[in-house]
Protein backbone atom coordinates (compact mmCIF):
# COMPACT_ATOMS: atom_id res chain seq x y z
CA UNK A 1 0.00 0.00 0.00
CA UNK A 2 2.85 2.34 1.18
CA UNK A 3 4.45 1.71 -2.64
CA UNK A 4 1.34 2.85 -4.37
CA UNK A 5 0.89 5.38 -2.39
CA UNK A 6 4.18 7.04 -2.85
CA UNK A 7 4.03 6.45 -6.80
CA UNK A 8 0.43 8.23 -6.47
CA UNK A 9 2.22 10.84 -4.95
CA UNK A 10 5.34 10.55 -7.35
CA UNK A 11 2.95 10.79 -10.27
CA UNK A 12 1.21 13.55 -9.04
CA UNK A 13 4.58 15.57 -8.72
CA UNK A 14 5.27 15.25 -12.11
CA UNK A 15 1.83 16.06 -13.36
CA UNK A 16 2.40 19.23 -11.53
CA UNK A 17 5.46 20.40 -12.95
CA UNK A 18 4.16 19.25 -16.91
CA UNK A 19 1.30 22.05 -15.53
CA UNK A 20 3.49 24.80 -14.44
CA UNK A 21 5.85 24.13 -17.40
CA UNK A 22 3.04 24.77 -20.00
CA UNK A 23 1.87 27.56 -18.02
CA UNK A 24 4.72 29.14 -17.08
CA UNK A 25 6.93 28.40 -20.14
CA UNK A 26 5.64 30.92 -22.70
CA UNK A 27 6.36 33.57 -19.90
CA UNK A 28 10.01 32.89 -20.06
CA UNK A 29 11.99 34.23 -22.67
CA UNK A 30 15.34 33.09 -23.74
CA UNK A 31 18.59 35.21 -23.12
CA UNK A 32 18.71 38.32 -25.47
CA UNK A 33 20.21 38.09 -28.72
CA UNK A 34 22.61 40.20 -30.02
CA UNK A 35 23.30 40.11 -33.67
CA UNK A 36 26.23 41.96 -35.72
CA UNK A 37 26.08 42.66 -39.51
CA UNK A 38 28.76 40.74 -41.36
CA UNK A 39 26.41 41.30 -44.87
CA UNK A 40 27.00 45.04 -45.43
CA UNK A 41 30.60 45.34 -43.27
CA UNK A 42 31.70 42.29 -45.28
CA UNK A 43 35.64 43.27 -45.63
CA UNK A 44 38.67 40.20 -45.85
CA UNK A 45 42.31 40.04 -45.35
CA UNK A 46 44.20 40.23 -48.79
CA UNK A 47 46.51 37.63 -47.64
CA UNK A 48 44.04 35.29 -46.29
CA UNK A 49 40.44 35.58 -47.65
CA UNK A 50 39.24 35.19 -44.17
CA UNK A 51 36.56 37.96 -42.76
CA UNK A 52 37.85 41.16 -40.27
CA UNK A 53 37.17 44.64 -39.45
CA UNK A 54 34.16 44.90 -36.67
CA UNK A 55 33.70 41.29 -35.89
CA UNK A 56 32.59 39.54 -32.70
CA UNK A 57 35.17 37.15 -33.93
CA UNK A 58 38.51 39.61 -34.98
CA UNK A 59 40.30 39.86 -31.26
CA UNK A 60 43.02 42.12 -33.00
CA UNK A 61 42.63 46.10 -32.61
CA UNK A 62 39.95 45.89 -35.77
CA UNK A 63 37.31 43.75 -34.11
CA UNK A 64 34.93 43.98 -31.64
CA UNK A 65 35.66 40.88 -29.43
CA UNK A 66 35.85 42.36 -26.08
CA UNK A 67 32.44 44.36 -26.77
CA UNK A 68 30.93 41.19 -27.01
CA UNK A 69 31.96 40.06 -23.86
CA UNK A 70 30.57 43.38 -22.67
CA UNK A 71 27.47 41.70 -23.84
CA UNK A 72 27.93 38.31 -22.53
CA UNK A 73 28.54 39.41 -19.16
CA UNK A 74 25.02 40.52 -19.28
CA UNK A 75 24.00 37.39 -20.08
CA UNK A 76 23.31 38.00 -23.89
CA UNK A 77 24.29 35.63 -26.99
CA UNK A 78 26.03 37.20 -29.49
CA UNK A 79 25.36 36.36 -33.21
CA UNK A 80 26.17 37.41 -36.70
CA UNK A 81 24.03 37.89 -39.13
CA UNK A 82 25.73 37.19 -42.55
CA UNK A 83 23.39 38.06 -44.96
CA UNK A 84 20.73 40.93 -45.42
CA UNK A 85 18.02 41.97 -42.91
CA UNK A 86 15.10 39.96 -43.41
CA UNK A 87 11.98 39.85 -40.91
CA UNK A 88 12.96 36.04 -40.65
CA UNK A 89 16.36 36.46 -39.39
CA UNK A 90 15.99 39.56 -37.32
CA UNK A 91 13.03 37.92 -35.14
CA UNK A 92 15.92 35.59 -33.76
CA UNK A 93 17.61 39.09 -32.38
CA UNK A 94 16.80 41.56 -29.86
CA UNK A 95 19.78 44.09 -30.88
CA UNK A 96 20.94 44.18 -34.39
CA UNK A 97 24.14 46.25 -35.05
CA UNK A 98 25.01 47.45 -38.33
CA UNK A 99 28.66 48.73 -38.63
CA UNK A 100 30.55 51.17 -41.28
CA UNK A 101 28.66 49.74 -44.64
CA UNK A 102 31.30 48.96 -47.10
CA UNK A 103 32.77 51.10 -49.95
CA UNK A 104 33.89 50.05 -52.93
CA UNK A 105 37.11 50.42 -52.07
CA UNK A 106 37.11 48.20 -48.64
CA UNK A 107 34.89 45.37 -51.64
CA UNK A 108 34.39 44.68 -54.66
CA UNK A 109 31.10 43.74 -54.47
CA UNK A 110 29.60 46.05 -51.66
CA UNK A 111 26.17 44.54 -49.98
CA UNK A 112 24.47 47.73 -50.52
CA UNK A 113 21.26 47.96 -47.85
CA UNK A 114 18.36 47.54 -50.34
CA UNK A 115 14.60 49.09 -49.68
CA UNK A 116 13.49 45.52 -48.77
CA UNK A 117 16.16 45.21 -46.24
CA UNK A 118 14.84 48.83 -44.80
CA UNK A 119 11.17 47.51 -44.60
CA UNK A 120 12.23 44.72 -42.91
CA UNK A 121 14.03 46.48 -40.20
CA UNK A 122 11.66 49.26 -40.01
CA UNK A 123 8.99 47.30 -38.79
CA UNK A 124 11.48 44.94 -36.66
CA UNK A 125 12.55 48.19 -34.63
CA UNK A 126 8.63 49.33 -34.48
CA UNK A 127 7.78 45.63 -32.89
CA UNK A 128 10.81 46.05 -30.19
CA UNK A 129 13.84 45.81 -31.25
CA UNK A 130 17.03 47.67 -30.70
CA UNK A 131 18.76 49.17 -33.96
CA UNK A 132 22.73 49.59 -33.43
CA UNK A 133 24.60 52.04 -36.44
CA UNK A 134 27.79 52.72 -36.42
CA UNK A 135 29.21 54.24 -39.05
CA UNK A 136 32.40 56.49 -39.99
CA UNK A 137 33.96 59.56 -41.41
CA UNK A 138 34.44 60.52 -45.15
CA UNK A 139 35.40 58.65 -47.17
CA UNK A 140 35.39 55.54 -45.19
CA UNK A 141 31.50 54.64 -45.01
CA UNK A 142 29.09 53.75 -48.01
CA UNK A 143 26.23 56.71 -46.91
CA UNK A 144 24.22 56.59 -49.78
CA UNK A 145 22.09 53.30 -48.90
CA UNK A 146 22.85 53.73 -44.92
CA UNK A 147 21.19 56.85 -45.01
CA UNK A 148 18.11 55.52 -46.96
CA UNK A 149 17.85 53.38 -43.81
CA UNK A 150 18.62 56.28 -41.26
CA UNK A 151 16.41 58.44 -42.62
CA UNK A 152 13.62 56.14 -42.06
CA UNK A 153 14.37 57.22 -38.47
CA UNK A 154 14.76 60.71 -38.49
CA UNK A 155 18.82 60.24 -38.67
CA UNK A 156 21.23 61.48 -41.66
CA UNK A 157 24.38 60.55 -41.42
CA UNK A 158 26.78 63.97 -42.98
CA UNK A 159 29.66 63.31 -45.91
CA UNK A 160 32.27 64.68 -43.56
CA UNK A 161 35.45 64.18 -41.45
CA UNK A 162 35.68 65.82 -37.65
CA UNK A 163 37.54 65.23 -34.97
CA UNK A 164 40.97 65.02 -36.19
CA UNK A 165 43.34 63.02 -34.20
CA UNK A 166 47.22 63.95 -35.40
CA UNK A 167 50.54 61.81 -34.10
CA UNK A 168 48.70 60.57 -31.42
CA UNK A 169 47.42 63.62 -29.43
CA UNK A 170 45.08 61.76 -28.01
CA UNK A 171 42.65 65.05 -26.51
CA UNK A 172 42.21 65.94 -30.43
CA UNK A 173 39.63 63.40 -29.95
CA UNK A 174 38.21 64.43 -26.60
CA UNK A 175 34.90 65.02 -25.33
CA UNK A 176 34.27 66.16 -22.03
CA UNK A 177 30.94 67.49 -21.86
CA UNK A 178 27.77 65.08 -22.05
CA UNK A 179 24.24 65.12 -22.01
CA UNK A 180 22.43 63.75 -19.06
CA UNK A 181 21.77 60.49 -20.77
CA UNK A 182 22.41 56.70 -19.49
CA UNK A 183 24.98 56.11 -21.82
CA UNK A 184 27.12 59.04 -20.30
CA UNK A 185 26.88 57.76 -16.79
CA UNK A 186 29.49 58.50 -14.73
CA UNK A 187 31.65 59.61 -17.47
CA UNK A 188 33.75 63.19 -17.59
CA UNK A 189 36.02 61.75 -20.70
CA UNK A 190 35.52 59.56 -23.77
CA UNK A 191 37.41 59.81 -27.24
CA UNK A 192 36.40 59.24 -30.73
CA UNK A 193 38.45 60.32 -33.88
CA UNK A 194 37.46 61.05 -37.38
CA UNK A 195 33.75 60.56 -37.45
CA UNK A 196 31.00 62.04 -39.41
CA UNK A 197 27.81 64.19 -38.02
CA UNK A 198 23.89 64.08 -37.86
CA UNK A 199 21.36 65.91 -39.77
CA UNK A 200 17.92 64.94 -37.52
CA UNK A 201 14.37 65.06 -37.94
CA UNK A 202 11.53 64.25 -35.67
CA UNK A 203 11.86 61.32 -34.16
CA UNK A 204 15.35 61.55 -33.62
CA UNK A 205 17.16 63.54 -30.77
CA UNK A 206 20.45 64.85 -30.24
CA UNK A 207 22.46 62.99 -27.11
CA UNK A 208 25.69 64.36 -27.46
CA UNK A 209 26.32 67.52 -28.73
CA UNK A 210 29.76 69.57 -29.03
CA UNK A 211 29.67 73.08 -30.52
CA UNK A 212 26.48 72.91 -32.15
CA UNK A 213 27.52 69.51 -34.04
CA UNK A 214 25.73 66.47 -33.18
CA UNK A 215 27.74 63.34 -32.86
CA UNK A 216 25.47 60.77 -31.24
CA UNK A 217 21.97 60.81 -31.53
CA UNK A 218 18.62 57.91 -31.07
CA UNK A 219 15.36 57.85 -32.57
CA UNK A 220 12.33 55.92 -30.35
CA UNK A 221 9.84 54.88 -33.14
CA UNK A 222 7.20 52.26 -32.31
CA UNK A 223 8.16 49.95 -29.59
CA UNK A 224 12.04 49.85 -30.51
CA UNK A 225 14.80 52.08 -30.68
CA UNK A 226 17.52 53.28 -32.85
CA UNK A 227 21.32 54.67 -31.36
CA UNK A 228 23.61 55.77 -33.95
CA UNK A 229 27.36 57.50 -33.67
CA UNK A 230 29.64 58.11 -36.84
CA UNK A 231 31.95 56.13 -36.08
CA UNK A 232 32.91 52.26 -35.11
CA UNK A 233 33.91 53.86 -31.89
CA UNK A 234 34.62 50.98 -29.26
CA UNK A 235 36.46 48.41 -31.55
CA UNK A 236 38.90 46.67 -29.93
CA UNK A 237 41.48 49.55 -30.27
CA UNK A 238 39.76 52.59 -28.51
CA UNK A 239 37.68 50.24 -25.90
CA UNK A 240 40.43 50.27 -23.25
CA UNK A 241 44.12 51.49 -22.63
CA UNK A 242 45.91 49.85 -24.76
CA UNK A 243 46.50 53.07 -26.71
CA UNK A 244 44.36 55.55 -24.63
CA UNK A 245 45.92 56.84 -21.73
CA UNK A 246 44.20 55.72 -18.23
CA UNK A 247 42.12 59.23 -18.37
CA UNK A 248 40.02 58.33 -21.06
CA UNK A 249 36.27 56.45 -20.35
CA UNK A 250 35.84 54.15 -23.38
CA UNK A 251 35.34 51.24 -21.51
CA UNK A 252 33.52 52.58 -18.96
CA UNK A 253 31.27 54.13 -21.96
CA UNK A 254 31.11 50.47 -23.78
CA UNK A 255 29.41 49.05 -20.86
CA UNK A 256 26.90 52.15 -20.62
CA UNK A 257 25.97 51.64 -23.97
CA UNK A 258 25.95 47.82 -23.57
CA UNK A 259 23.51 48.05 -20.62
CA UNK A 260 21.36 50.74 -22.24
CA UNK A 261 20.96 48.62 -25.74
CA UNK A 262 19.76 45.67 -24.23
CA UNK A 263 17.53 47.51 -21.46
CA UNK A 264 15.77 49.29 -24.21
CA UNK A 265 14.84 45.63 -26.03
CA UNK A 266 11.21 44.70 -26.63
CA UNK A 267 12.18 41.62 -24.10
CA UNK A 268 13.49 43.95 -21.59
CA UNK A 269 10.33 45.86 -21.29
Avoid at 51 to 65: A, C, K, M, Q, V
Avoid at 85 to 113: G, Q, R
Amino acid sequence: MKNHLNQFVNFRNLVVVFLLVLVVAPFCSRGQVVGLDNWYNREVKALTGKPFHYLWTDTENSGYSQWGDLFKKHGATLATIEEAATSKNLSKVDVYIIVDPDTTTEAKSPNYIQPADIKAIKKWVEKGGVLMLLANDAPNCEFTHLNMLAEEFGIHFNHVSLHPVVNRKWDMGAFTTFQDHPIFKGLSKIYMKEISSFTLKDPAKSILTENGIIFMTESKVGKGLVVAVGDPWIYNEYIDHAYLPANFENLKAAENLTQYLLKSTGKAK
